[in-house]
């Protein structure tokens, strides 16, 4: 299982996904797009979406703070 947030330190929705996971005790690496410019190219390549946050499960791509997703991504 491979999980990774794109974050932005300005985003409180960010940390609401960030918290989410560490609550569940869910391992993830999270990618602050404002700190590593070249992952935000990344994840516009790849999403085709700049808002953040967004979170990749494996590989479904899930934009925003969406628990039930998250358990149906976690769950394939």
């Known amino acids: 299982m491979s999980i990774t947030i794109y974050t ?3 985003c409180p929705v960010c940390a609401l996904v960030r918290d989410f996971f560490t609550m569940q ?3 993830f690496e999270e990618i602050n797009i404002d ?3 070249l992952e935000r190219l990344k ?3 790849q999403s085709k ?3 953040v946050p967004q ?3 494996n590989d479904v791509w899930i ?5 039930e997703r998250f358990f149906e991504a976690l769950s394939q």
């Open 43 to 45: 994840l516009i390549a």
């Open 8 to 10: 932005s330190s300005i």
């Open 25 to 27: 005790e869910i391992p």
């Open 63 to 67: 934009s925003g703070f969406h628990p």
């Open 55 to 57: 979170t990749k499960i």
């Open 35 to 37: 700190l590593r410019p």
């Open 49 to 51: 979406n700049l808002r």
